[in-house]
Every structure is written in structure tokens, then in C-alpha cells.
């Protein structure tokens, strides 16, 4: 399975923009990309995914570099109720290899 | 819409039991998935069920075992538990495509002692 790094961790200030990162070197052409963001005793949450071009939707944007060897999550005004793990996790394509593999993820800490 | 729906919320279990976890998901959603989540191991994959069957399997052993129903509920269970199973088990559940996410339940919390 393809890999993904992120950095362990991150502070932001409240209503800064916050940018995580992701490098994903030996992404498959059919990956796609999908961002999952974990607050404490929950569920991991679906944010944003995309394959090739940018992406934005109501909570986030999804910044992919032209090679797709590396992606950006972008949350644009951060708030304490984004402070959580955030995994960025490739998803392969081809079915019957439904799962994904999690690492270790970005805890993202939100200062007031 | 009603989300993953995961019961019951917490157990403890003696070591030597067995255990039934249940996981229904989202309407419309085939796809059913389990993940175990520990504080060492982090979020690990259990197994992937689609249409009453098993698509794909992660690395644990034997005695952790799924189904899934024809109305797409899932059902995970643990025999002979261990110490060591004590973790947080998270259904998911998606449409049959990639270009969709997973919906996660808020989990069962299983304890063994």
C-alpha cells in the first residue's frame, strides 16, 4: 500500500489559516487522495478528497501538487473546534482493496 | 440522515469471552468496514464487507471475525479475548466508489479484564 507522511504535529493561532502537510511519493495514478480528521473521543471525520485538481468544500481545501507527490490540507480560519488528528490517507482504486491505511496522523493543536 | 450507528457504546468483557459488536450504516451505503483503534497500534483495518461479503481482510487473527447482513448491517465478533483486544472498534461505511468518503460510527469501547 502506498504511503503517506505528515509531520506529527502542529500549533496554529485561532482564525489563522492552518496548513498541513503531506507528502505521498509512491502515489498509484488511480489514488485518490482523502483527508480524515479525528477529535477526541469520536470517530474519524471525513473532510476533503481529490485526485488531481484542488478541491474545496465547506470545511476545507485540498491543495495538490502538480506531480501529486505531496498534497496540502487547507483549513482557512482555524477554530478551537478544529483541533483534532487530522491522516491523510490514499485510497486505492481498484476494488476489492477497500481499506485504509492510517498512519499516524497530525495532531493540530488551535491556540486562542 | 441518520449516520453509522454503532452499538453497544462500551463493554468489559472477561479474558476467554466472546463478543458481538454491531454496525449499521448509513442508508444506501453497501460498503461496511471495521478498524481497530489502540493507543500503541493506532488505527489498524479489520475487514471490509460488501453485499454479504468479505472483500478484503487486514492482519489479525482468527478470532476476530465479521458478517455482514443482506440489509447491510455488519456484525464483528471476537472470541477468546485477550487483554490485549481491549480497544476502541470503529465501523465505517461508504458507497461502492472511491471518489465518495467513509462515515465512521463513534465506536464501541471494549474493555477486557
Known amino acids: 500500500d502506498a504511503k503517506t507522511t505528515q509531520p506529527n504535529s502542529m500549533e496554529s493561532n485561532e482564525e489563522e489559516p492552518v496548513h498541513l502537510p503531506c507528502n505521498h511519493s509512491?502515489?498509484?495514478?488511480?489514488?485518490?487522495i482523502h483527508w480524515y480528521r479525528q477529535l477526541p473521543s469520536q470517530g474519524p471525520e471525513y473532510v476533503i478528497h481529490?485526485?488531481?485538481s484542488n478541491v474545496n468544500n465547506r470545511m476545507a481545501s485540498l491543495a495538490i501538487a502538480e506531480d501529486r507527490k505531496s498534497s496540502t490540507l487547507i483549513l482557512h480560519r482555524a477554530t478551537l473546534r478544529d483541533a483534532a488528528v487530522y491522516y491523510c490517507?490514499?485510497?486505492?482504486?481498484?476494488?476489492?482493496?477497500?481499506?485504509?491505511?492510517f498512519g499516524t496522523g497530525t495532531r493540530l493543536t488551535i491556540i486562542p | 440522515k441518520a449516520g453509522v450507528t454503532q452499538t453497544p457504546r462500551y463493554l468489559i468483557k472477561t479474558r476467554g469471552q466472546q463478543v458481538t459488536l454491531s454496525c449499521s450504516p448509513i442508508?444506501?451505503?453497501?460498503?461496511v468496514s471495521w478498524y481497530q483503534q489502540t493507543p500503541g497500534q493506532g488505527l489498524q483495518f479489520l475487514f471490509e464487507?460488501?453485499?454479504?461479503?468479505?472483500?478484503n481482510k487486514g492482519n489479525f487473527p482468527g478470532r476476530f471475525s465479521g458478517r455482514q447482513f443482506s440489509n447491510s448491517r455488519s456484525e464483528m465478533n471476537v472470541s477468546t479475548l485477550e487483554l490485549g483486544d481491549s480497544a476502541l472498534y470503529l465501523c465505517?461505511?461508504?458507497?461502492?466508489?472511491?471518489?465518495?468518503?467513509?462515515?465512521f460510527g463513534s465506536g464501541t469501547r471494549l474493555t477486557v479484564v
Open positions: 490517507i490514499l485510497r486505492p482504486r481498484n476494488f476489492g482493496n477497500e481499506k485504509l491505511t
Open positions: 481529490g485526485l488531481t
Open positions: 442508508s444506501g451505503h453497501r460498503s
Open positions: 509512491t502515489i498509484s495514478g488511480t489514488d485518490y
Open positions: 465505517a461505511s461508504s458507497r461502492d466508489s472511491q471518489n465518495y468518503g467513509y462515515t
Open positions: 464487507y460488501f453485499s454479504e461479503t468479505q472483500r
